[in-house]
């Protein structure tokens, strides 16, 4: 099992542009996550998925969006980049939610937005 | 008051010592609660869960003060491959059932020979 994986591992972005952030697990986990963190601050949630087909927004989503067309797979989308979106992004799935189930986490994706 | 605080250290300990960090939330109604750990560069990855008053696994002992609302995460005999960040980290249940997960930033561990 690779569990969660991330593409791409780093990106360098122009303010403006766009770009999608891919997340794969291969766990058969029903919920997925996009966390941000940055230093300073605790990992915050940006967007999350209950299923297949189904999205919502956590804490910061603004600037954001997501799609969840296959459970395996969960994007994250940027369409135009600000330097304020410079951060590292973590996906983690799980395999329902609740007080006692795990987050796995992927190895992270770090963003630069100049 | 913030959700989850944490003390961000570091903590410098020489290999062997006992260190201890605490943790302090808002939510009364938190249930549960976890440690995650976080190499330099990584992903978290889970440590403990904490259900009631506490929970030992081996060196790491979590403790839960649900009348202070602090929990601590003690680890005995230290090891130079302890050193980590250690996130605190509080389910938080919204108005529609989601129960998201509130991290706090994070304690600091330097394990020294």
């Known amino acids: ?114 | 008051r913030k959700e989850v605080e944490q003390d961000p250290g570091p903590f410098n300990v020489p290999e062997g010592a006992t260190v201890a960090f605490n943790c302090t939330y808002s939510n009364s109604a938190s249930q549960s609660f976890f440690w995650y750990r976080q190499d330099c560069r990584k992903e978290p990855k889970l440590l403990m869960s904490v259900y009631s008053s506490g929970n030992e696994d081996g060196r790491f002992t979590a403790q839960l003060n649900r009348a202070s609302q602090y929990i601590s995460l003690l680890i005995r005999d230290s090891k130079l491959s302890d050193s980590a960040t250690y996130l605190c980290v509080v389910p938080h249940e919204k108005n529609t059932g989601f129960q998201k997960l509130v991290f706090g930033t994070g304690t600091r561990l330097l394990v020294s020979p």
């Open chain 1, 1 to 114: 099992n690779a569990g969660v994986t991330q593409t791409p591992k780093f990106r360098v972005l122009k303010t403006g542009q766009s770009m999608t952030l891919l997340c794969a697990q291969d766990m058969n986990h029903e919920y997925m996550y996009w966390y941000r963190q940055d230093p300073g601050m605790g990992l915050r949630l940006i967007h999350y998925s209950v299923g297949e087909g189904t999205t919502a927004k956590g804490e910061v989503p603004d600037g954001y969006n997501v799609s969840r067309l296959k459970k395996q797979n969960f994007l994250l989308g940027l369409e135009s980049a600000a330097p304020s979106q410079t951060s590292v992004y973590f996906c983690a799935s799980s395999y329902l939610q609740g007080w006692s189930y795990e987050q796995y986490f992927g190895p992270g994706t770090r963003l630069t937005v100049t």
